[in-house]
């Protein structure tokens, strides 16, 4: 999730561009630039890091001109290197861009026969070269932009500024949000109102399929047609704390509605319907090798460990493998029976976690190939395994994991798509239908973000019980174990998670009116063994939270509340519920009057054991 920033206008155009930076530093950064153009020179500054290397860059070597464009980097293609920041260069135009560029391989591969030099190892190049080689046929910035979105697949907020039209800069988004704004000084560009605040109240919220064009007086719209687009600009009565959570109050709820999205930042570009298959370019891991893993092992800590839980289902089910999950603490200090051919996957949203990491290398030690589902680029644990499937889930900034979680079985559907697809176990036809099945869960995962009114009013009816049993069945059951940590460590209400199977060899003890009981309930085939459970719980005048499939209504004869998720396959359930399970946690901690994003005696990323 990088950030973007531009002005063209009066003022001196750096300090505009480093003060707007700052404020985008929240959306998580691994390398910054800015570039300015000033007479006839179009100067780029970037480096790594902090912030305040790029402001000592431009103290030592300072920029003047009044119209610029600058950057901060979330690695998602090529690791953070001065190289891969932006701006990129393409001959008299620079361009920054947030996004992923889908089609960039093919797109660099046409570039380079027309004799284009790549530098970095971004997909960002891609379109820098795109856009010139549009402009040497003679086009303008702006129709240059027009062309080259055509060709392009993915997502981009991007701006463009060239010296053959000094003072103007071109917008344009696809997917990647992009805000413009004008005052006396000049025009503004950004990823998101906070560094516009600043200077103007007043702005325009670009859409997808829109460009934006900027000049030091004036700002205009149009489609990817041409035509013009009148847009009237919003007024923003936000303070910079609420602009940066885009408007919710806490970092934890805008990252739980950003999933649908997440899911597809983490699919997209990653498969292909022509040939039913999964396309993870990172994986760096050969078909034969993934042939011959005998074994899958997954180890990870915490949410990302019931996430691996999610996993073994998925493997065993989906392409018949044996899967063993490990807590990473557990794995590292025991004798795991790992063997060379085995696939060992390491799962972490930081990839900085102390005992993840442990039992990387040891697996590692013991001949395993290691494979990483990561969302930060260029992290320890990226960097050390053989090969990586990054979940672009952006920052996670709320200490609970919510997003990553998500991004990290979407990264193992994938990866058990491929894995089928490799050992011949699906064919092209049900390679296919499983991505359509993907496809559908954003739709499915918004669907269920609509059903926010309810789980508050269900949240408000609970908030104030000690305690809570979480209860699932198959893939759904470490669902259960997530609901219940997400609960204990926002609310600090102790929450168990259990095998609804396992309740009567010892949980049931502890049922009754005072202990509200969670209950995933899909409509599959263990749906029956499941209302048993239930039947034994309600005996004992426990309230009953279902979570059911949409249309189940024999289920209202057991439970007290029911949240209705969308129909989807058994195996996809588990991101429905964990989203419906995150928002119940999230509003039963607000209404104890608790710090969301920041639970007592807890670390976003734990790098000691
Ligand atoms: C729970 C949570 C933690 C992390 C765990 C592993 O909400 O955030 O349980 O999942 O500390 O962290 P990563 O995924 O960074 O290895």
Redesign the pocket.
């Known amino acids: 999730m990088c950030g973007i920033i531009g002005y063209s206008g009066v003022q001196n155009a750096t300090s505009i561009l480093i003060e707007g930076l700052k404020r985008l530093e929240y959306r998580g950064y691994d390398s910054a630039g800015i570039a300015i153009l000033h007479g006839e020179e179009l100067a780029v500054r970037r480096s790594v890091g902090k912030l305040e290397n790029l402001e000592n860059l431009v103290r030592k070597e300072p920029l003047g001109g009044t119209v610029g464009i600058g950057h901060t980097r979330w690695a998602t293609h090529g690791r953070p290197s001065e190289q891969n920041a932006h701006p990129h260069r393409s001959g008299d135009l620079v361009l920054v861009h947030n996004g992923i560029i889908e089609n960039y391989l093919l797109l660099k591969h046409r570039l380079e026969t027309e004799g284009y030099r790549f530098d970095s190892e971004t997909d960002t190049e891609v379109m820098a070269h795109l856009l010139a080689s549009y402009m040497k046929g003679g086009q303008s910035v702006y129709d240059a932009v027009r062309s080259a979105v055509g060709d392009l697949q993915g997502s981009y907020a991007v701006a463009v500024l060239c010296m053959s039209e000094p003072k103007v800069i071109v917008t344009a988004r696809s997917g990647c949000p992009l805000v413009i704004g004008k005052n006396g000084e000049g025009t503004y560009l950004a990823s998101d109102v906070t560094p516009l605040l600043v200077h103007t109240r007043e702005v325009v919220f670009l859409e997808d399929g829109e460009i934006g064009v900027l000049t030091p007086s004036s700002i205009s719209v149009t489609g990817m047609d041409g035509r013009t687009i009148n847009r009237v600009p919003v007024q923003i009565d936000w303070d910079a704390d609420a602009a940066e959570k885009e408007g919710y109050p806490h970092y934890m709820l805008k990252e739980i509605h950003e999933q649908p999205q997440v899911i597809m930042d983490t699919l997209g570009g990653r498969y292909d319907f022509d040939t039913g298959e999964a396309d993870l370019p990172d994986l760096a891991i050969s078909p034969e090798d993934l042939i011959r893993a005998r074994r899958i092992w997954i180890v990870?800590?915490?949410?990302?460990w019931h996430a691996g839980l999610v996993g073994k289902y998925l493997f065993e089910e989906m392409i018949g493998n044996p899967v063993q999950v490990d807590i990473a603490s557990e794995f590292r200090y025991r004798e795991p029976m790992i063997q060379e051919d085995d696939l060992f996957i390491a799962?972490?949203?930081?990839g900085?976690?102390a005992d993840?990491l442990a039992a990387a290398r040891e697996a590692k030690r013991r001949g395993a190939g290691v494979l990483a589902i990561v969302n930060v680029v260029g992290s320890s644990l990226a960097r050390e395994a053989d090969g990586v499937i990054y979940t672009r889930c952006g920052p996670e900034i709320s200490?609970?994991?919510t997003k990553?979680f998500t991004g990290q079985i979407i990264a193992m559907y994938l990866l058990a798509l491929h894995m089928g697809r490799v050992r011949k176990i699906l064919n092209i036809e049900e390679g296919r239908w499983w991505l359509d099945q993907y496809m559908m869960l954003p739709g499915r995962v918004e669907h269920v973000l609509k059903q926010e009114p309810n789980i508050l009013a269900s949240a408000k009816q609970y908030c104030t019980k000690k305690n809570f049993l979480y209860l699932g069945r198959g893939i759904n059951y470490p669902i259960a174990l997530e609901g219940a940590?997400?609960l204990k460590?926002i609310s600090y209400i102790h929450a168990e998670g259990y095998a609804a199977g396992e309740m009567k060899h010892g949980p049931i003890a502890l049922v009754d009116e005072e202990m509200p009981v969670v209950v995933l309930a899909p409509r599959d085939r263990l749906y029956d063994k499941t209302i048993n459970n239930l039947m034994e719980v309600r005996a004992r005048n426990a309230p009953i939270v279902a979570l059911a499939s949409e249309g189940d209504h024999d289920i209202h004869r057991v439970a007290e509340v029911v949240f209705p998720i969308p129909d989807v396959h058994p195996l996809l359930t588990p991101i429905l519920f964990t989203v419906a399970l995150q928002l119940f946690a999230y509003h039963i901690a607000v209404l104890r009057g608790l710090d969301v994003d920041r639970p007592r005696n807890l670390a976003k990323?734990?790098t000691v054991e």
């Not at 990870?300 to 990302?304: E, Q």
């Not at 799962?347 to 930081?350: F, G």
């Open positions: 990870a800590c915490g949410t990302s799962i972490s949203q930081s900085e976690t993840t200490v609970a994991s990553a940590l997400k460590e990323s734990v």
